[in-house]
């Protein structure tokens, strides 16, 4: 005679499962409190710097996508781990995160939350340079701005000895649906060792600058111009990958009509990690 199966746990069985597992985490992460603690006394002795770790951050982004799987949304699995990320960062070392809005501050004020959670002071400003200015006055601070436009050209405070660099571009797990998706960089003061260096960006300034030489350059790299109404001049913001170099960047633009007058390393980041709609990673 044949068994019969198992009957299913009940509602209060599986409830009880959900609560060891809810206790768990919080153990968990206050047992990552006790290690970022001792993390604090080992920082004051051994290292010098901000505790913003851009390369370490890629990493973990990459290895959380990479092993996600079931029915819990991507999306809720990463700003999970933006926000503990960014807490943790705040409480070995606070900051601010200031924010350009003139953009959409809606869409900027998503960005923060979900990439550096309520815990972390936000403060709004007007303009890309004012949010700038404020990071280069600050010891620890980070500023969001505009990756795709900008009314003026304010990496070129970025250009001086000991200035904020650009250290990141958010979001870093792009997708179609992404609930924060506008596009930004992230500007602060990091240790050189812990910079990401697969996508850098220069400040170029240029002579000659038309709509027929930004075509050519499109294909090349991503760039953000602001041209000066004064002259024919403009101040470029390019972020190069391995793919190309800045002297291709110099030849197309030479090769294209315009002179370049100055170059500048304002910073690097992560290759941003694309999901394709159809869910693959890649």
């Given at each position: ?48 710097g ?22 819990l ?29 003139s ?13 550096f ?59 179609a ?65 391995a ?40």
């Amino acid at each position: 005679m044949s068994q019969r199966p198992p009957a299913p746990p009940s509602l209060q069985e599986l409830r009880k499962e959900i609560d060891a597992i809810d206790e768990g985490m919080h153990r968990l992460l206050m047992q990552r409190g006790d290690i970022i603690d001792r993390l604090i006394q080992v920082k004051q002795t051994q290292e010098v710097g901000s505790a913003f770790r851009p390369a370490r951050e890629a990493d973990m982004m990459r290895h959380l996508v990479q092993r996600h799987r079931g029915i819990l949304p991507l999306d809720t699995v990463e700003s999970i781990w933006r926000v503990i990320i960014s807490t943790f960062t705040y409480v070995q070392a606070p900051f601010s995160v200031h924010a350009d809005v003139s953009v959409s501050e809606p869409a900027m004020r998503d960005s923060a939350r979900f990439h550096f959670g309520f815990t972390v002071p936000y403060v709004a400003h007007f303009s890309a340079q004012a949010a700038v200015e404020a990071v280069a006055k600050s010891k620890g601070d980070l500023a969001l701005v505009s990756a795709t436009s900008s009314r003026t050209p304010w990496w070129l405070t970025l250009e001086e000895a000991g200035a904020p660099k650009i250290i990141a571009r958010l979001p870093f797990v792009e997708r179609a649906d992404h609930p924060a998706a506008l596009p930004v960089f992230v500007v602060s003061r990091v240790a050189d060792s812990a910079m990401v260096t697969e996508v850098e960006t220069f400040s170029v300034r240029v002579s000659g600058w038309n709509a027929e030489i930004a075509r050519a350059l499109s294909p090349l790299a991503e760039i953000v111009a602001v041209p000066d109404t004064a002259f024919d001049g403009a101040a470029l913001l390019i972020s190069i990958t391995a793919a190309s170099s800045l002297d291709k960047i110099k030849a197309a633009l030479i090769d294209a009509g315009a002179s370049v007058r100055s170059t500048a390393l304002v910073g690097s980041h992560a290759t941003r990690y694309t999901v394709p709609p159809t869910g693959t990673k890649s």
